[in-house]
C-alpha cells in the first residue's frame, strides 16, 4: 500500500507530507484548491511526463517521494531484481526530482533508475482511474488482458505467443527459401554459363597481386640483363679485375720474406678482394641465367592478370572475390537440385505450427469464453448496488479472420454495455455517459481487485455526475472495494466521503502573501464540518450537520 506522500515544491504545494493507512481514504476540497496537484504530484512519482510548470515559482527544482509497503513476493520486486536494484526490505522508495529548466531523475530506493523503469514500477504498485480517462479500462487494446488476468488465462496466452511466433518464423523461412530457388530458376541458365566460364578461368586468392608484380618486374627485364651484362664487361675489360688483383698478390708474395711481415695485411686484403670480386662475377652469370627474359612470358602474364580483371568488372566482384563468387553460384545451382526438398520440409513444418498454433488458441478461445461468463455474471451483480439494474454488461468475444491473427490468438475482445432494456450493447467508452460510465468503471474494479497485484487504487471523482441514493451506493462500493485493496478517492460526495476511513481536506490558504495548497487529516468534529459544508454549501446549517451526523453514524 502507499504509506506516504512528500510533495516539495510543487506549483500551490511548499512542503507537504501525507501518511495514508489501509481502507478508503477520502480526499475532498472546494473546487481549486489543488486536488489535481495531488494526484500530478503522485503520477510524477510513478513516472509520469515530467514538465517544468510542475516547479513552484521562485524555486529551482521541484520533488516528490512515495513509500510504499508491499508484501513479500510482490510481483514488482523480480521486475527490480531483473534490472539489478535491490530492494533489502519490503519498503520500496520511489522518487522523482524535476528541475526549472524541465529535467528529471529518477530513483528506486535511493537508487538511480530510466523514468522507463519507473514508470513500470508505478504501474504495479498504483492505478489511477479518472472520470474520463482514456488509458485502463476505457482502452479497449486492454480488454483482452484484463479478461486474460482475470481468467487466469495468463500461462495459456503464452503458449499461443510462442506458437504463434514458431509458425511466423518458420513461414518466413520457407517464403525466403521459396525466394532464393526460384531466383536460382530464373537465372539458371545464366548461373550454370557463369560457373562453367570461371571454373575455366580458375582464379587463386591472391593471383592478382602476384601477377601485378610479377608483370611490373617483367617490364624492366631488358634493362635489368643490360645491367648485368655491363657489370660483368667491366669486371672483364683488359686482363680483368680477377687477373689483376691475383698479378698483384704474386709480385708481394715474392718480397714477402723480406718485408718482415709489412705485406701480410696486403697480401691478405688483396686475397679477399680476389675472392669477394669472383663471387660477384659468378652472381652476375648466374642471375643472367636465371633471369631468362623472356618477352613471351610478360605477354602471357598480362593476359592471364588482363583475363582475370575483365572477369572481375564483369561480375561486379575485386579480382580476390571471383573464387568466392563462383561457389556462392555453384552453391544456387545446387539449391536447385537439393531445393526441392528443403521446401518439402518446411511446408510440412509450417503446417504442423499453424495447426498447434490453431489448437492452442481455440483451447484459448474456449477458456475466454468461459472466462467471459463469469466476469460478465460477476459484474452485472455488482451494478444493482449501483443503482444500474437495467444496466447489462457484456464481454464480446469476436473469432477473427486468419489475416487478423497473432500473438494475442484468434480473439477480438472488447467489453459492451447497454444501459436500457432492450437496447443493444455498444463499447464502454462510447454507450455510458459520466455518471454511468463511472459506476461501470467501480463495478469492474470491484471484480478485478481480486485478481489484480496492484495494491492500491485511486478515483479521481468517480461519483461525478451522480447525487443522492446513487452516490450512495457508490460509496458503498468504494468501502467494498477497500476491505481487498487501498483506495484512494478525490469526491465530491458527501455520501462517498462519509464511508471513508480516513479524510483528508485539501485547501487553498495565503502564506507570506503567496498562495499554498494545504492538506489537512480531519477528525471528528472537523471531519463533521466538512461533510456537512459539503451538503450545504458555504452556509452551513443545523440540518446539514445533522445530515453529516447521519452519514458518519453509518459503519465504515
Not at 526530482?97 to 528529471?104: F, H, L, M, Y
Not at 698483384?248 to 697480401?267: M, N, S, T, V
Not at 652472381?283 to 618477352?295: F, M, P, V, Y
Request: aromatic residues 4%; charged residues 30%.
Amino acid at each position: 500500500m502507499l504509506r506516504r506522500l512528500s510533495i516539495r515544491n510543487v506549483v500551490l504545494i511548499d512542503k507537504l507530507d501525507l501518511d495514508f493507512r489501509d481502507g478508503l481514504s477520502v480526499l475532498t476540497g472546494e473546487t481549486g484548491a489543488g486536488k489535481s496537484i495531488l494526484l500530478d504530484s503522485l503520477g510524477l512519482a510513478l513516472g509520469a511526463r515530467a514538465d517544468s510548470g510542475l516547479v513552484r515559482h521562485g524555486c529551482d527544482k521541484c520533488s516528490v517521494t512515495a513509500t510504499f509497503t508491499l508484501p513479500a513476493g510482490h510481483p514488482v520486486f523480480g521486475l527490480l531484481a531483473k534490472q539489478d536494484v535491490h530492494i533489502q526490505d519490503d519498503d520500496l522508495v520511489v522518487r522523482r526530482v524535476v528541475t526549472a529548466d524541465g529535467r528529471s531523475r529518477a530513483y528506486v530506493n535511493d537508487q538511480s533508475v530510466s523514468v522507463g523503469l519507473l514508470r513500470d514500477v508505478g504501474d504495479y504498485c498504483v492505478e489511477i482511474q479518472g472520470q474520463f480517462d482514456q488509458h485502463g479500462l476505457l482502452d479497449p487494446t486492454t480488454h483482452r488482458s484484463t479478461l486474460d488476468a482475470h481468467g487466469n488465462l495468463g500461462s495459456l496466452a503464452l503458449a499461443v505467443r510462442d506458437q504463434w511466433r514458431n509458425w511466423r518464423d518458420t513461414q518466413k523461412e520457407l517464403t525466403a527459401t521459396k525466394t532464393r530457388i526460384n531466383k536460382a530458376r530464373e537465372e539458371e541458365e545464366w548461373l550454370r554459363h557463369a560457373v562453367d566460364e570461371l571454373e575455366k578461368l580458375g582464379p587463386e586468392e591472391g593471383e592478382e597481386e602476384r601477377l601485378a608484380e610479377e608483370r611490373q618486374f617483367l617490364m624492366h627485364g631488358e634493362k635489368l640483363v643490360a645491367a648485368l651484362n655491363d657489370a660483368g664487361n667491366e669486371l672483364s675489360r683488359g686482363k680483368g679485375a680477377e687477373s689483376a688483383l691475383r698479378s698483384a698478390q704474386r709480385h708481394l708474395e715474392r718480397e714477402l720474406q723480406k718485408a718482415e711481415g709489412r705485406f701480410e695485411p696486403i697480401i691478405e686484403a688483396l686475397d679477399r678482394a680476389a675472392i669477394e670480386l669472383e663471387e660477384a662475377s659468378r652472381a652476375i652469370s648466374s642471375t643472367l641465367t636465371d633471369l631468362n627474359i623472356d618477352t613471351g612470358q610478360q605477354e602471357t602474364v598480362e593476359e592471364r592478370l588482363f583475363a582475370l580483371r575483365a572477369a572481375a568488372r564483369k561480375y561486379n566482384v575485386p579480382v580476390d572475390g571471383l573464387r568466392a563468387l563462383m561457389k556462392d553460384y555453384r552453391s544456387q545451382i545446387d539449391q536447385l537440385e537439393f531445393g526441392e526438398k528443403e521446401l518439402s520440409r518446411l511446408t510440412v513444418a509450417v503446417a504442423q505450427h499453424r495447426a498447434a498454433f490453431v489448437d492452442v488458441a481455440q483451447k484459448l478461445h474456449t477458456a475466454r469464453k468461459a472466462a467471459a461468463a463469469k466476469l460478465d455474471a460477476a459484474i452485472n451483480g455488482e451494478l444493482p448496488p449501483l443503482r444500474m439494474e437495467k444496466a447489462r454488461f457484456v464481454t464480446e468475444i469476436i473469432a477473427l479472420e486468419e489475416s487478423e491473427w497473432g500473438t494475442d490468438g484468434i480473439d477480438r475482445i472488447q467489453f459492451m454495455v447497454a444501459t436500457n432494456p432492450g437496447s443493444p450493447a455498444g463499447p464502454l467508452n462510447k454507450i455510458a455517459s459520466g455518471g454511468e460510465l463511472s459506476r461501470f468503471l467501480l463495478a469492474l474494479k470491484v471484480v478485478l481487485a481480486r485478481v489484480s497485484a496492484v495494491p492500491s487504487l485511486v478515483f479521481d471523482e468517480v461519483d461525478s455526475g451522480v447525487g443522492g441514493a446513487t452516490a450512495a451506493a457508490i460509496g458503498e462500493r468504494l468501502h467494498l472495494l477497500a476491505e481487498e485493496r487501498q483506495i484512494l478517492v478525490i469526491t465530491h460526495s458527501p455520501q462517498v466521503a462519509a464511508r471513508g476511513r480516513t479524510h483528508f481536506n485539501i485547501a487553498k490558504t495565503e502564506d507570506g502573501g503567496s498562495m499554498v495548497t494545504r492538506v489537512n487529516e480531519l477528525i471528528d468534529g472537523a471531519r463533521r464540518e466538512e461533510i456537512a459544508r459539503m451538503l450545504a454549501g458555504h452556509s452551513i446549517t443545523a440540518e446539514a450537520r445533522a445530515a453529516a451526523d447521519s452519514l458518519l453514524d453509518k459503519p465504515c
